[in-house]
């Protein structure tokens, strides 16, 4: 079986532009979570979606948003982006919205220049 | 506040002598605890959960951890370390309540001397 995706693997934007991050779950996962991860650090948490609603928001900026759609795929928005925004994005999935296993992707990476 | 700290931010260990590398939460809640293991350039790899049931947690590669309430701790340890084994690993912590979101240590990163 396929694990969770993300696209793309690496992306440079400049200060103030937006972008959008893409993530495929498990088969039959109905939860995905994101993380900003930056370098040197443990992953942040950002968001979790169930059943395409958003179940959790970690502390960010409303700069960041994201969604779920009824394939359970989901997609990160980041608009005007600073150099702070640089990091690897990682998603996760997982069966349940509860006290679950979660299965990370390979990441996003963000430059910001 | 929930929180968890990996007490060591580098370890380095001899081929074939015994890996430990330290986690400590804080929680008002019942924890689930999990270590996963990034290699460079790859993703996050479970290496095992404790999740309320026996509290020696066998994973895989040969790790395993102990979870000791009194002492708010979930250690990680491997008997004999091999080179492969060279990588960041994180502890995690998440709770029965509210988002269930992961809560990440600062990650404790193994270098494995030949």
């Known amino acids: 079986d396929a694990g969770v995706t993300q696209s793309p693997t690496h992306l440079i934007k400049t200060r103030g532009q937006q972008v959008t991050l893409r993530c495929s779950p498990i088969s039959g996962h109905k939860s995905v979570s994101w993380y900003q991860q930056v370098l040197g650090q443990g992953p942040q948490f950002i968001f979790q979606?169930?059943?395409?609603?958003?179940?959790g928001r970690g502390n960010f900026p409303d700069r960041f948003s994201a969604r779920q759609f009824p394939n359970y795929s989901s997609e990160l928005n980041v608009n005007a982006l600073l150099l702070g925004d640089s990091a690897l994005y990682l998603c996760?999935?997982?069966?349940?919205?509860?006290?679950?296993?979660?299965?990370f992707g390979p990441g996003t990476r963000l430059t910001v220049l | 506040a929930q929180s968890v700290t990996q007490l060591d931010s580098h370890v380095s260990v001899s081929e074939g002598t015994p890996v430990l590398l330290r986690c400590n939460y804080s929680?008002?809640?019942?924890?689930?605890l999990f270590w996963y293991v990034q290699h460079p350039n790859k993703g996050l790899q479970l290496l095992l959960k404790y999740t309320s049931a026996a509290t020696l947690v066998k994973g895989i590669n040969g790790f395993e951890a102990e979870f000791k309430k009194s002492e708010t701790s979930f250690h990680l340890t491997k008997p004999s370390a091999h080179m492969s084994d060279a990588a960041e690993y994180f502890c995690v912590v998440t709770f029965s309540s509210g988002t269930y979101k992961y809560i990440f240590g600062t990650g404790t990163r193994l270098k494995v001397l030949a």
């Open positions: 996760a999935s997982s069966f349940s919205r509860g006290v679950d296993t979660q299965y």
């Open positions: 979606y169930y059943e395409k609603e958003e179940r």
């Open positions: 929680s008002s809640y019942s924890p689930s």
